[in-house]
Each structure stands twice: as C-alpha cells, then as structure tokens.
C-alpha cells in the first residue's frame, strides 16, 4: 500500500493526464465545425426571406435575459425582438443574446473554435438550424456556459 501522500499524488497526476487529454477534442472539433458548416448550407438555402421564431437561453441571470423572446429576421437582419407574454420589446442591451438564427449559427462555430470542454448540439432535420446547443468551456469554471433552445422553430412572416 502505498502511503497517502504519493497516492494522491499519483491521483493528482492521473487527473490532470485525463484533464488535459479530454481537453483536447481534436478531431471531434473539426468533424463538428464541419457539421456546423453544412447545417448552416441547408439553412441557408431553406431559409425564410422573414421569418419569426422564439428563443430562450441559460444563463445565471434575470428571467428577462433568458427568454423566451420572439425573434423577427428579414434576411440575416433581427428587426424586433420582443417578450411573448407581455409584447414589451427586448431592452436593447441584450440584442446580441437573442440573434438571428444566422447569430446561432455564428456564436456556436465560435464557441467551437475555442475548444470548449463539452459541446452538445441538436439539429433540425426539416430546416438545418440548431435546435439547441450546450456549450461547458472549462470543465471546472461554474456558469461559464453557452446553452440555447429554439422554443418555435423559424416560421415564414409575411410581415405586419
């Protein structure tokens, strides 16, 4: 048996050796930066020239800064963004967190190639977009994540 301090210091380095090697995703990164790049293809070209969908997000924050909000999109542009239940608009300081579905796209490719710990992601199969995605950068940080859910999925609007 060995004695308690060499064996956690065998422990120690066992978990940094299997810290380090989870930490590099290698291939799965590149497989899926290139899944990400046909997804955005198919939604690209399916895409509505408006369309609405609603959006929620996780995060350690206020109900308001989660969602969900409906998002309006001509083209790749977000022209509105409102709360559901009460219609009041989305104050101006969280636009970025409730993009465009090309946004999605965008902020999961970055997050990507930055080589998070963990990434989970979910596709639709009928549009291509990114149904939901949850991002762990550092396996021991609390609340440094990235998750998103599409609530409805992107819809053709006419307009108003």
């Known amino acids: 048996m060995m004695p308690r301090s060499s064996s956690a210091a065998a422990l120690s380095a066992v978990l940094v050796l299997l810290g380090s090697a989870c930490k590099d995703q ?21 895409r509505p020239a408006r369309y609405v969908y609603e959006l929620e997000r996780w995060c350690k924050c206020p109900k308001e800064e989660q969602g969900p909000v409906r998002v309006t999109v001509e083209g790749t542009v977000v022209v509105e963004r409102r709360h559901p239940e009460t219609g009041a608009v989305v104050a101006s300081s969280l636009n970025g967190a409730f993009p465009s579905v090309d946004g999605l796209f965008d902020m999961l490719e970055d997050a990507v190639r930055r080589k998070p710990w963990s990434v989970n992601v979910s596709w639709d199969g009928e549009l291509g977009y990114p149904r939901d995605f949850y991002v762990d950068f550092e396996s021991n940080v609390l609340y440094d994540e990235l998750s998103y859910r599409v609530v409805t999925a992107p819809a053709a609007d006419p307009g108003s």
């Open 26 to 46: 290698g291939p799965h990164i590149d497989g899926l930066l290139d899944d990400i790049a046909a997804h955005r293809a198919f939604w690209e070209s399916k």
